[in-house]
Structures are given as structure tokens and as C-alpha cells.
């Protein structure tokens, strides 16, 4: 009856109406949306749908702005312009009206204005705040429902400012007698923790007691916030991994009531959520592990009902058994679990039997070897998901043995690919492989030209970066490289003159720098002939204004070489050059028209083209002050005078509407919510640090990570692989043999491979092939060396391609290199020795310290990579000087120290050693010995090469003593002669030194080694400072004995002090750490990246931080922590992190202008070094 | 956590999109094409997951959907979410769809959009799986509508008589107290 009743009721007001169409209002609500799907699914073509809809959505805006709309009207064209915004089309007019329909309907209208609230507008629209005071006014409604309502829509979105309005309101609800109340009100306060977690900060408590709630249903809601929780940061939860297990355990046990079965499983979305809880805590905690041995066991054991559920809860149990510490009972369990899976003829639970496969392989290879046929089976499957997955566990099992089985197969797959993110994906796992495993320079190429043309334009661009930089960095072999480039020329050249046509625009450009940049190297080929390969890519439509400035530059630079060459391919060439660059002289696009007027200029001029492009330094390397240092002074200068520090637009951008935005947060808690996000990268910091490298072009980076990288990551235990933890019982053997050999061994061991393959007695053709794949898939994959897997990520020893930088490791062969360079006496590297801030020092050679000189004798040695130019082929090769220099860069004290220069017990601050055998043993070459003693047992640098010339080598190292940063200097005599009249002058204006002057010496002799040295303090804080100087002596003319008759020699000393060196850790409690952030005025505010963002990134980024830069950590609480340091002598600086999406928000404070940017900027760098 | 909750038909038609992330509104729909894009070509025997494209998100997040004769309910998760659970949620979802509107069919999801997004309010909540059982959502679902029926008459009786005072202003006002005479057994009736 009451059907009846409501039917008329909704006719009413379209009776009452009165106007013209009374009768039309007969018709239903759902009619009239009736009429509209009705006519849209009548229609044939998009075209008519969209004037149709639009036609519509005139209509409803009509309606719905006129005054005399009822609610209930209102409430059915809310359902239309539902169904007109899910088809696709606008219907922003209706938003205002969706929320007055929230506000002022009742009942049915008010669940309908909701509903299209939360279905049109999202937590960043204005219209949002109108909706607030409504949901105040819900919340505290006694009718059920519409408190419901209101939560629902705040959990769906909410704006961010307000929360702290209707905060209490919620919180109250966390005790409300009925049971759904309370659930929703918990999911919206897990809304909240996500989107302002400082602001929920204080109801932690509550949240524990919705844990322990009694209905189930709020306890499983609770859960969702434990597991965002837990997942930011296991630390804090651990004590509560055994209420997790006792809770686990009383579900499986079937202590709930029945109605919260599934298919006679016991709730099991509940099972599998706390089983991901009990998987993050138990990772890498032995203790919290064991709490859940059993209950895992137990799990694992009642879950045999043949259902999707229970494998669902099974497959999170195998996933928690491998995450968490190792068991080797419940490992057994997992595997044969894990077998099931595969071996399923469901998909479903092949496909998931295979991703279990691919987690736990780095642990336990013997699994993939297992289960090999299965996988060779799905590499052929139908379904190109399961094919997908298996490649994924394929390129966990890549050694330098299967590559190219598994590359070919990959490759084979994307060929047949058509979805843009699968491609994007594989292309650069192909590209790493091929970079890590290649087997000789033929596949290496290949393999990367169908990368390029496979991949296309929607590679990620650093694929064809890297491989560029990989030809022109080479590796240690000269003759490789020869090879490598030459082959990539020979290959390139054959692929332009059979059909380029089809070969995307990076591949193009890929071609055209290789071709540019190497094609010399291939005798049998002439400069112009190259160029009459390339200029038809400059005629063709389909080529980008992109691709031909690229193919330009290689035009280029082969019209340099053309024009050196001989007479006739000379002219031939240069004419050819000629009139390309009179062709695109007059193109549209002003970098091609720029690019060629230049080359036509240059072609006309054979010797500024010579000077210009200058053909014999090729490979030498160049040095870019890419930073910008030269204008350091004048920023600091500018600083000095009260300029603002530089901020990127972006994140001035973001202030400014952070500013406008009102701050509806109370004081307290004023942190930084919403921070720019910008990453290090994008605050190109005009201070930093300037570095020559080896190459032309912006590899510094690289070489920066790959110098620092290589280093640390020795003698460090590997607990951590790509994808979690890493047995401890299969540590010990560190990335082991097949892998050490560089050269594969080709040969499959069909024993190995075919050994656990069932047994048949007749093999078919097909089976053979399928054992055959399994064989060469799987090599190198058996028991005793399956820990090998463990080290691939960073199996640098394996890597074929290694950059020269990463040789670090390998002492013998540098050490090797500088005895064959010069001399007997050199100094052996002794220790790895690392110290904490970064120094870049610069090995100069007679003042190059200004970055416009572009010599190729500079190189730079970083503090961390001292043997990188020894290991420098391309230094050595063409720079004849280098040798005597590179010796010293080699040289490293284990540790050294220096005295006070105002210490009484020392004379002149200058001590002579005696002479001492400078034999290559590296114990002998502790130098502490010599040194004061009261300076021995600070901590202190490693020791670098200042300069150096034949006969007396100069180099420095920093101790941190507790009142000032002493630089000490080393001068060692290493050449036969006695050095007389030895004086050091060192100066810095930004610097107080504390002993200028002095430090003369009447003579050393020769093989002996002199220490002297300078207190230094920071008086203004700069980000690096330069500290230059000179030293000037005579040598002893041995033969002669008349000494004046030797003129002096000046050595320039120039070496790079950072902000970092003269920063103390500065000890405070969190009181006094208070107290002092009030006080202090100065302060800048950044977002910087995380360091392994995936667990416990801030306790992780403040080690990082404390380690280079000497930071005290005062505490950490939850998301955020304190840490303070002090500038020597000037004032403390504090900082305040927070860890918010993904990114750390630093917030800087000191009283001492200056330093807060300066320390904010090393802090960048600390955390992008690692 | 669940992104996206999608529901279309065999030609790609949108039924149902809910998105628990914002998207821009031409986001939303190339997410919808290109969902329906991957899922359709997919045969019947093959599994039910799938990477998500580009616009979705990453190698992190998910589709999992399952293909009712004219229909295909796609979930599109992150790896918060386990597949095998998300695979029954969906069907949860769809055996309540069916109990509520008895013999669920494409036409239901049409006609009843708002209803079946408040099944799915009642199971998901802000992206996160609020209830699995599915007499629980029924009960829900029922309670709601009954606890509005309920307020039908006081809400009729403080509404008719402001809009009586504001039409009786206007011309046409003794068509209006014919129509409410009229009118008047209905609503007597409905209060018994």
C-alpha cells in the first residue's frame, strides 16, 4: 500500500507545478531518466549521443536553476546528471545544486545529494567547503542514517583544512553504541590519517581502543589504519605483532561467530589483512618472527578447502613466510605450497603460483629450478598475463650464462606487445640486462638496436642516454671499447643503408651520435660517406625537428674530419657539408636555422673548425663546470647583503598559495603540511659543487653515484635484496663464482639443467626443445651456487660492461697501472678508509682552478674515489703529464693527523719525517706516526692529492678536531733530489686561518715526507669555500752542489672546503631543542626525496644525514624527527623532518643567517649520494 | 587500497564508475576506455588479472575484473590488495546486486544507478573494504531505505503546508486546495 501512497507522493509536485505539461509529470522519476537511456541506446552514432546529451543537459540546467524545483525534482535531475557525468559529459552546473541538495533535502533527496557529491566533486574542489557545515550538521543528527551518510561522504573525500572542525565530532563517534557507526567513523579517521596524518596524531589511543573493540567488524575496519600505520614505519608496532598473532589465531581457530564465514571460511579478508600486518612487523625482527610461527603453521593448515579464498589466504601466508625471519620448516611448507600453485591447471592461481615464484627466487632458486618445465610452459602460454609474469621471474634469474635465451624471449614478447606500459617496462629490463650480462659487443649491440627500434619513442629516455654513455665512458679495455664503438658503427651503417625509414626518431638519434662521434674509427669508411648516409634523414617528413638537430651536430662533426682528411675527400666532403648547411640555413625552426648557419660558417673556415671541433681529443676529457661555481662568490656576496636565497619557481609558486590559502590549523601544530614537492634534483643550487669529469657532457652524475656507490657497498652485509630480506643463512657466500668469470662459459651443463626434469622414457621433438630451453634458461641456476642470485642487483663484479669509475674494488689492477706509469716508489692505497662529509678535492696542476680553462690535464679526485684517475684509461692515454699526479692521487694515509698550530710543544708547525722506506707495503705507510699525538685519535679525512710535480707531491687531509677543522698538509719529496727553501702560503678570504703565514723549511730531502698545518674556522657560513695557495722550493742540483743556480719552483695549491667540514654534532634534549626553535628566526623549508622510501625511510634518511654531516639526533616520534648540529664557533642550526607522501619534508632553523640554506643544501646532497 | 571500482558492458559502455582517487574528469573516462580496452580483449580462459595502463598508475596497481554475461566489474587496485580477495569481493558484490534487485541484469544497473551505488557505499568505503558479508549489506541497505520510508509522513506533513502558503499566494491557488482535498484520504490512509 505504501508503494501506492509513495508513487503519488512523487507526483505530486509535478501535479502541482501547474504548468503547461501537467500531464507529463505522470510520468515517473525513472521515466524521465528512462526516456533519455532510452533514446541514447536508440542512437547509432557518438556523434548524436553527444548532441542528444547535451540537448539534456540544457534542460536539466534550466530546471534545476529555476526557483520553483522541489527537492524531489531536484533529487531526479540529480540522477541524470549522474548518469550524463559517468557517460563523460560536464555537468558542473549541477554541482552547487547536488550539495544545497545534501543540505536541504531530507531523507531519500539528502542520501541522492550526497551520492552525487561524492560522485562529482573531489577534496580539492572549492564548492567542498559549502559542504562542511552540512556534515557538521549530520554528525550530530540523532537520525542514524544521515550520520552514516556524512561519514561516507567524508571518507571519500574531505577537504584537507577542515578536518580539525569536525575532528571531535568523529572522535565521538568511536563510542557510539551502534556497531556501523562505529566502523565508519574509524574508516574516516583512517581518511584522514591518509590525507593529514600530523592532525590524528593524538588519538593514537583511540585507534588501539578500536582495535580491541568488541564487535569484530570495527576491530577489522581498525586494521586498515594499523596496516597504513605499520607500513610508514614497523618500529613502534612491533609490541603489538602478538595481539596481531592471538587475534589471527582466533579467527582461524573459528572463534567468530558463523556468520562471518565465507564459504565456511572464517572471515577471510580479515585473515588475509592481518596476515599482511604480521608479514610487515615480522620482516627483518627474528623475535617478532617467532611470535607468529605457529599461528601461521595453523593457518597454513586449515586453509584446504578447495576455494579462491582459501588460496588467497594462502598465498599471503607463503608471501609472510618468506618475508619474515626464515623458518626452515614453514619454508618447506611454503615451497610445496608454492608447487601447488604453479602446478594448478587454474590460472588464477598459476598466475599468482608464478608472482610467489618471482618474490621468493632470490632466496631460494631451487624453487624456479623445480618447477622449471611449469615455467617453460607458461613462457608459451595463451595468456599473455601469465607469459608477462614469467618473463618478470625470468629477469630475477638472469645470469651472464642464460641472457640471451632470456633476452631473446623477452624481446620475442615485446615484439608482439601493443600495451605502452608493458613495453615502457620491459624495454628497460631488457636494456639493464643487456647491459649487465652481455656476452660479447656483437649481441650487446644488436640486442640494443631492437631495444631502440622495439621500443621506440615511448622508451624511457635514459635508456638510450645510458647507452650512449656507456660507449663513450667505455670500459676498462681500450680495445674494447675500439671494437664495441666500431661494431656499433659497422651495424648502424648497414641498418641506414637497407631502410631507415621504419626506425623511430631516439633510434635515429641514437644512430646519428654514434655515427657523428665514431665513425673514424672504421678505416674503410670516408667522413662524407657517412654524411651521405645521413643528410636523406633531413629531407624526410617523418623525422622530427628533434631527431634532425641531432643528425645536424653529427654532420657536423664529420665535416670536420672530412674537411682534415685528404685533399679530395677534403673538398668533396666540405661541399657536401656546404650545402646541407645552405639547405636548412633557411629552416622555419630557429635551432635547425641556428645549427646550420653555424656549420656553414665552420665549413668555410677549415681552421676554426679545427679549434672548434678539434679532432685528436675526441676522447679527452673536457672539463664543464656544469655548477656554475665560478659564480659562487657573488652569490654568497649577494647573500652576505641580505638577498633572498635562490628558490625554484615551483616551490615559490607553491608558497605563495600557501599563503593564500587560509590556515584553518591550530598554532601548535603548525607544521609543514603540504610542502612542494620537488625533488633534489630540481634545486639546482647555483653553490654546487664543480666537478670535471672524465667525459664530455653531463655523466658527472653518474660518475658521482657510481664513485660513491661502489665504495660503500664493500664489506657491507647484504641483508636486502630488490625485493625484501634475505635469508642470514645464505649471506656468508658473497656473490660467488660463475659470475666472478668474465668470461661466460658458454657450455650448458645438461645434468645440471635436465636434472630434475620428470623422467621420460621417450621424449618427443617438442619435449626435447622444451628441455633443451630449460637447460640454457636454467644454467647457473643449481644448488651450490644459488646464492649467486642474491648478489645480481649489484653483482658489479659480473657487470660487462663496467664503468671505470666502479673500479674501485679492484686494487690490484690500479696499483698495477701506476707501477707500470712512472717510477719506483709510489704509494700503495692502504685503506678504504670512508669519513664522513664529502670533499671534493681538487687535483690541480699549476692553477686550473679557474673553470674556464678547459684543460685536459685537470682531473678531479673525489674524496671517496681517489683512484679514479688511475684507473682512467682516457687520462692516461692523453695526458703525458698525469702520470706523476695520478701516483700521488693513489696515495692514501690510513689515517693522519696534525697539531694545534698554536700548540707550544710543537716548533714552527712543521715537522720533518725522516726519510722512510717507501716500500709498497701499505702497513708501513701509516703516517699517524709522525704526527702530534694529541691530534692522532680525532677523526679525519682520508688523505688526497693536492698537486704535485716530478720531484715533490703535495697532498692534504682534513682532522675534525672538536674547536676547529685543522687541514693538515703533506709534503712528500719524491724525487731524488734535496728540495730547498720549502714555504706554504695558504689563503681563503672567507675562511679565518688561524697560521697564515710561516711554515718554511730549509730543506727536505729527498724521500721524506713533511707534515704542516692550519686551524681553520668558518666565520660566515658558504656552502664550500676555496682554499688556495702556493707552495714554492729550489731543488738541490745534485751534481753541482750550487744550489742558487736552481731556479724556484711554484706549486699552486687549490682545495674545496664544504659547509659540512666545519659542522659539530650539538647535543640537546628534546626540551632544550624547544626551546631553542622558538628562539631562533632564520629558517628554510624544503621537501627532499626519501632514502629507501620503502621502510623506515626517516630513521634511515637521519643516519644518512648524521653520518656526512655530523648532525645529533635528538629524537624521532612516529613520522617526524629533530636532529641539531653547530656551525664551529658561530651558533647551532636545527632541523625538523618529516616524513609526508613519500617525500621529507626538512624544515631548517638557526639564528645564523645563511646557514640554514647552506646545511639544507648539503643535506640535499648527503641523501642524493646515497 | 581500491583506486577505481568500474562497470561496464560488453561494448564498452560505462554502468557504474566510482573512483576513490581524484582523477580529472577526461582521466576518468580514458581510464574507463582504456580498462575496457585491455579487459575486452581478453578471452575467457585466461586469468583474471591485468597490469593496470599507464593512466591507472604503474607497475603497482591492478586490475581484477570478472565478465557476467553482458558485464565486466573491474576492480582496479593497489598491492595493498590481495588478488584472490579482491575476486571474491567482486563477487560479493554481484550476489547482492543480485538479491536486491532479484535476477540482477544489465537493465537494473541502468535504471538504478543510484542504488547500486549505495550497495557498493555500504561495501567499499572511501577505498577501503568496509563490509564482506553479504547479508550485512543487505541489512544495511534495507535499514536505510525503510528507516526513510518511515519519515515519509512527517516529512510530507512540514512540507505541504510552506509550499501551500507559497503557492496560495500565486493565481492558480484554489486548483491547489482541490488538488489537496483530494489528496487528503491518500495521505490518512498512509499514516494508518
Known amino acids: ?1170 | 587500497m581500491i583506486k577505481a571500482i568500474l562497470i561496464f558492458n560488453n561494448h564498452g559502455k560505462p554502468r557504474l564508475s566510482k573512483f576513490y582517487e581524484h582523477y580529472s574528469e577526461d582521466t576518468e573516462q580514458q581510464i574507463i576506455r582504456e580498462t575496457f580496452h585491455l579487459v575486452s580483449k581478453r578471452d575467457e580462459n585466461v586469468c583474471n588479472f591485468l597490469e593496470g595502463g599507464i593512466l591507472i598508475g604503474g607497475s603497482d596497481n591492478k586490475l581484477i575484473y570478472r565478465h557476467y554475461a553482458t558485464l565486466y566489474f573491474v576492480f582496479c587496485v593497489d598491492s595493498s590488495e590481495s588478488e584472490l580477495g579482491i575476486l571474491d569481493l567482486i563477487q560479493v558484490f554481484v550476489e547482492t546486486l543480485d538479491k536486491c534487485f532479484e535476477n540482477v541484469c544489465e537493465l537494473d544497473l541502468i535504471f538504478h544507478v543510484d542504488k547500486v551505488h549505495y550497495i557498493l557505499g555500504e561495501m567499499v568505503m572511501g577505498g577501503m573494504v568496509l563490509e564482506t558479508n553479504m547479508n550485512e549489506i543487505i541489512t544495511q541497505v534495507d535499514s536505510q531505505n525503510k528507516m526513510e520510508k518511515s519519515e515519509y509522513p512527517a516529512t510530507a506533513q512540514g512540507f505541504i503546508p510552506t509550499w501551500l502558503l507559497f503557492k496560495a499566494g500565486q493565481p492558480d491557488a484554489q486548483k491547489v486546495s482541490v488538488l489537496l482535498v483530494l489528496l487528503e484520504p491518500l495521505l490518512v490512509l498512509y499514516q494508518q
Open chain 1, 1 to 1170: 500500500m505504501s508503494d501506492v501512497v509513495e508513487k503519488t507522493l512523487t507526483a505530486l509536485p509535478g501535479l502541482l507545478s501547474l504548468d503547461s505539461q501537467t500531464g507529463a509529470g505522470k510520468l515517473s522519476s525513472t521515466s524521465k531518466l528512462g526516456n533519455l537511456i532510452r533514446s541514447i541506446t536508440e542512437l547509432t552514432s557518438k556523434h548524436d549521443e553527444e548532441k542528444l546529451i547535451k540537448r539534456e543537459l540544457v534542460a536539466i540546467k534550466e530546471q534545476v536553476s529555476s526557483p520553483n524545483t522541489t527537492m524531489r525534482q531536484m533529487k531526479e535531475m540529480m540522477v541524470r546528471s549522474i548518469y550524463c557525468e559517468m557517460l563523460g559529459y560536464e555537468a558542473d552546473f549541477s554541482y552547487i545544486h547536488a550539495i544545497k541538495l545534501a543540505q536541504q533535502g531530507a531523507g531519500l533527496e539528502k542520501r541522492v545529494g550526497y551520492l552525487a557529491v561524492s560522485l562529482f566533486l573531489n577534496e580539492n574542489h572549492e564548492l567542498l567547503l559549502l559542504l562542511v557545515n552540512t556534515v557538521l550538521k549530520d554528525l550530530q543528527s540523532t537520525n542514524l542514517i544521515e550520520v552514516c551518510m556524512a561519514l561516507t561522504v567524508v571518507s571519500q573525500m574531505f577537504p584537507k583544512d577542515m578536518i580539525p572542525a569536525i575532528l571531535p565530532l568523529v572522535e565521538e563517534k568511536l563510542t557510539h553504541p551502534k556497531e556501523i557507526i562505529r566502523r565508519k567513523a574509524v574508516l574516516a579517521l583512517h581518511k584522514f590519517y591518509l590525507i593529514a596524518p600530523n592532525q590524528v596524531q593524538h588519538i593514537h589511543s583511540k585507534f588501539r581502543k578500536a582495535l580491541c573493540d568488541k564487535d569484530p567488524g570495527v576491530m577489522a575496519a581498525s586494521l586498515h589504519i594499523y596496516l597504513q600505520m605499520i607500513k610508514e614505519g614497523a618500529e613502534a608496532y612491533r609490541e603489538l605483532a602478538g595481539s596481531f598473532a592471538a587475534i589471527l589465531r582466533q579467527v582461524v581457530g573459528g572463534k567468530l561467530p558463523v556468520e562471518f564465514n565465507y564459504h565456511s571460511v572464517p572471515a577471510p579478508w580479515l585473515q588475509i589483512q592481518l596476515l599482511r600486518i604480521l608479514t610487515l612487523l615480522g620482516k627483518d625482527d627474528q623475535s617478532t618472527s617467532e611470535l607468529m610461527y605457529d599461528v601461521l603453521d595453523e593457518s597454513l593448515r586449515r586453509a584446504e578447502i578447495n576455494h579462491n579464498i582459501t588460496y588467497a589466504i594462502l598465498f599471503e601466508c607463503v608471501k609472510a613466510i618468506y618475508t619474515i625471519h626464515p623458518n626452515a620448516e614453514l619454508m618447506e611448507k611454503a615451497a610445496k605450497c608454492i608447487g601447488n600453485f604453479v602446478l594448478s591447471p587454474k590460472i588464477n592461481l598459476k598466475y599468482l603460483g608464478l608472482k610467489a615464484l618471482t618474490y621468493v627466487v632470490q632466496q631460494d632458486a631451487n624453487l624456479a629450478l623445480q618447477h622449471q618445465m611449469t615455467i617453460i610452459e607458461c613462457l608459451d602460454h595463451s595468456d599473455r598475463i601469465i607469459k608477462r609474469e614469467t618473463l618478470e621471474l625470468l629477469f630475477r634469474i638472469t645470469n651472464a650464462q642464460n641472457v640471451t635465451v632470456i633476452v631473446e624471449k623477452m624481446l620475442a614478447f615485446l615484439r608482439l606487445c601493443h600495451e605502452d606500459y608493458t613495453i615502457m617496462d620491459l624495454v628497460g629490463k631488457v636494456a639493464e640486462l643487456a647491459e649487465k650480462y652481455a656476452p660479447d659487443n656483437r649481441w650487446f649491440v644488436e640486442t640494443m638496436s631492437t631495444v631502440f627500434s622495439v621500443g621506440g619513442d615511448l622508451m624511457p629516455p635514459d635508456i638510450p642516454t645510458n647507452f650512449l654513455r656507456l660507449l663513450s665512458e667505455g670500459s676498462d679495455s681500450e680495445e674494447d671499447d675500439r671494437q664495441l664503438r666500431v661494431y656499433a658503427v659497422e651495424s648502424y651503417v648497414s641498418l641506414l643503408q637497407t631502410d631507415p625509414t621504419h626506425l623511430p626518431q631516439r633510434f635515429l638519434q641514437v644512430i646519428s651520435w654514434v655515427l657523428g662521434e665514431y665513425s673514424h674509427l672504421v678505416d674503410v669508411l670516408s667522413p662524407s660517406q657517412v654524411i651521405d648516409l645521413l643528410v636523406p634523414l633531413l629531407d624526410r617528413p617523418a623525422v622530427t625537428s628533434d631527431t634532425r638537430s641531432w643528425v645536424l651536430s653529427a654532420v657536423a662533426k664529420l665535416g670536420g674530419g672530412a674537411c682534415s682528411g685528404s685533399v679530395v675527400d677534403g673538398s668533396e666532403g666540405a661541399g657536401l657539408v656546404q650545402r646541407v648547411a645552405q639547405q636548412h640555413s633557411s629552416s622555419l625552426d630557429t635551432q635547425l636555422r641556428q645549427q646550420a648557419l653555424e656549420l656553414l660558417l665552420l665549413s668555410r673556415d677549415p681552421q676554426l673548425q679545427a679549434r672548434v671541433l678539434p679532432r685528436a681529443t675526441a676522447g679527452a676529457s673536457l672539463e664543464v663546470d656544469s655548477s656554475l661555481s665560478f659564480l659562487d662568490g657573488f652569490v654568497s656576496e649577494a647573500l652576505a647583503r641580505g638577498a633572498a636565497p635562490y628558490k625554484p619557481p615551483h616551490q615559490r609558486q607553491e608558497e605563495l598559495r600557501q599563503e593564500k590559502a587560509l590556515s584553518l590549523e591550530p598554532y601548535g601544530l603548525s607544521l609543514p603540511i603540504s610542502l612542494s614537492s620537488c625533488s633534489i634534483a630540481d634545486r639546482q643550487s647555483p653553490t654546487l659543487l664543480s666537478i670535471s669529469s672524465g667525459l664530455s657532457g653531463n655523466s658527472t652524475e653518474l660518475l658521482h653515484r657510481a664513485g660513491s656507490g661502489s665504495l660503500r657497498l664493500d664489506g657491507v652485509k647484504r641483508k636486502w635484496g630488490k625485493d625484501g630480506y634475505l635469508a642470514q643463512r645464505e649471506v656468508p657466500e658473497e656473490p660467488s663464482t660463475p659470475q666472478e668469470t668474465s668470461t661466460p662459459a658458454p657450455q650448458p651443463s645438461p645434468q645440471q639443467g635436465g636434472a630434475l626434469t620428470p623422467p621420460s622414457a621417450e621424449p618427443s621433438e617438442e619435449e626435447r626443445d622444451k628441455q633443451q630451453l630449460a637447460s640454457s634458461l636454467f644454467i647457473g641456476l643449481s644448488s651450490q651456487n644459488s646464492t649467486c642470485l642474491m648478489g645480481k642487483p649489484e653483482a658489479s663484479s659480473s657487470q660487462r660492461f663496467r664503468r671505470k669509475q666502479k673500479n674501485t674494488d679492484s686494487a690490484s689492477s690500479s696499483s698495477g697501472s701506476s707501477h707500470s706509469s712512472r717510477g719506483a716508489n709510489h704509494f700503495l692505497y692502504s685503506s678504504l678508509l670512508e669519513e664522513g662529509p664529502v670533499s671534493p678535492i681538487m687535483l690541480t696542476q699549476n692553477s686550473v682552478a679557474q673553470p674556464k680553462h678547459k684543460e685536459a690535464n685537470s682531473t678531479l679526485s673525489e674524496g671517496d674515489t681517489p683512484f679514479l684517475p688511475a684507473a682512467n684509461g682516457i687520462a692516461e692515454g692523453h695526458d703525458p703529464e698525469a702520470p706523476a699526479s695520478l701516483m700521488l692521487a693513489n696515495e692514501a694515509l690510513s689515517s693522519a693527523g696534525g697539531g694545534a698550530r698554536d700548540s707550544p710543544s710543537l716548533m714552527g708547525g712543521m715537522e720533518l719525517v725522516q726519510p722512510c722506506p717507501l716500500t709498497p707495503d701499505p702497513s708501513h705507510r701509516s703516517l699517524s706516526s709522525h704526527l702530534p699525538p694529541e691530534l692522532q685519535n680525532l677523526p679525519c679525512s682520508d688523505c688526497a692529492s693536492l698537486a704535485s710535480d716530478g720531484c715533490l707531491a703535495l697532498s692534504c687531509c682534513r682532522v675534525h678536531r672538536e674547536d676547529a677543522l685543522v687541514l693538515v698538509l703533506l709534503m712528500a719529496n719524491t724525487g731524488g733530489a734535496t728540495l730547498l727553501d720549502v714555504s706554504v702560503e695558504l689563503q681563503c678570504p672567507q675562511l679565518k686561518v688561524a697560521s697564515l703565514r710561516g711554515n718554511a723549511l730549509e730543506s727536505l730531502p729527498s724521500q721524506s715526507v713533511s707534515v704542516c698545518w692550519y686551524t681553520l674556522l668558518m666565520e660566515e657560513p658558504h656552502t664550500h669555500v676555496e682554499v688556495t695557495g702556493s707552495l714554492s722550493y729550489r731543488k738541490e742540483c745534485g751534481a753541482s752542489h750550487t744550489p742558487d743556480i736552481s731556479a724556484s719552483h711554484t706549486l699552486d695549491i687549490s682545495t674545496r672546503l664544504s659547509l659540512a667540514h666545519f659542522l659539530r654534532p650539538l647535543v640537546l634534549s628534546t626540551e632544550e631543542y624547544g626551546k631553542l626553535w622558538l628562539s631562533v628566526s632564520q629558517d628554510v623549508k624544503q621537501n627532499i626525496q626519501l632514502l629507501d622510501p620503502d621502510r623506515d625511510p626517516l630513521r634511515s634518511s637521519l643516519t644518512a644525514l648524521q653520518d656526512k654531516l655530523q648532525l645529533h639526533i635528538v629524537d624521532i616520534i612516529g613520522s617526524e624527527g629533530i636532529a641539531a648540529c653547530q656551525l664551529l664557533r658561530r651558533g647551532p642550526c636545527l632541523l625538523h623532518c618529516r616524513v609526508h607522501a613519500g617525500v621529507l619534508a626538512l624544515w631548517l632553523r638557526s639564528p645564523v643567517p645563511g646557514l640554514p640554506d647552506g646545511l639544507l643544501y648539503h643535506c640535499q646532497r648527503a641523501l642524493q649520494e646515497r
